[in-house]
């Protein structure tokens, strides 16, 4: 890790600030001072500021009810961010796997460890994921075959991937894709003539929302759910 990262993640300095900290020469690695912000720092190495030493808390792994009308992002646009639900120390440094439209609810994985984060959201895991959809218009009656063969969506030159769909009744059902396509769920079912009025995910990979939860309520992954990711 660059030596002003790890400053960044065992304080509440902002990038800027840690380099100006180690310009000022009150940064040591070793017992030597450092003021080179890219310098590579191991597990085994000692970083002080003013005899001080830093210590990187441990990588964060989290759960959270999204809200309707919030959005998956690092900085608040035309709606809040969902990180402002999240009462840690720099929240907003942490990084949202598999994110979800402002009119979406449900499930919502946020960590600062990019290699797990990597497994959910790279195309080539094959991460499943469960929504619950509710629909304009009794669905079609042969609608899951389609999704398993695969839709094709306007503007894609090849079918989705395979699909399982689940009717709970004619305007609500289940549906697992491996994909993550831009409005991929709406999309499909636009293709099949119908609209998607509401949409909630419920599961990811085998992480499955806590129904304890609220909306905006938010609790730590357990060390089985996050090991379930590989």
């Known amino acids: 890790m660059r030596l002003d990262k790890y400053i960044c993640k065992s304080t509440e300095l902002s990038r800027n600030e840690a380099k100006k900290l180690l310009k000022s020469g009150k940064v040591t690695l070793n017992g030597a001072v450092e003021k080179v912000p890219t310098v590579k720092v191991a597990e085994t190495d000692r970083v002080a500021i003013e005899g001080f030493n830093l210590s990187v808390r441990d990588t964060r792994y989290i759960m959270m ?16 961010s969902i990180l402002n639900f999240l009462d840690i120390d720099k929240a907003f440094d942490l990084n949202i796997a598999g994110r979800l439209d402002a009119d979406t609810t449900g499930l919502v994985l946020l960590t600062d460890d990019g290699v797990w984060m990597h497994n959910i959201i790279s195309p080539k895991k094959l991460c ?34 395979p699909a399982t769909l689940e009717r709970i009744s004619d305007s609500e059902v289940l549906l697992t894709i491996i994909e993550g396509k831009y409005h991929q769920v709406k999309r499909m079912f636009a293709a099949l003539g119908n609209h998607v009025n509401a949409l909630h995910r419920e599961q990811i990979g085998e992480i499955v929302l806590d129904i304890d939860l609220e909306p905006g309520e938010w609790r730590a992954l357990t060390e089985q759910e996050i090991a379930s990711v590989s």
């Not at 998956?72 to 809040?80: A, G, I, Q, R």
């Not at 629909?135 to 989705?160: C, H, M, W, Y």
Request: net charge neutral; with cysteine; proline share 8%.
């Open 65 to 80: 009810y999204k809200p309707l009308d919030t959005i998956c992002s690092n900085k608040d646009e035309l709606y809040p």
């Open 128 to 161: 499943p994921k469960r929504y619950r959809v509710w629909l304009d218009e009794p669905l079609v009656a042969d609608a899951e075959e389609s999704f398993k063969r695969g839709i094709q969506l306007r503007g894609e030159n090849q079918l989705t991937k």
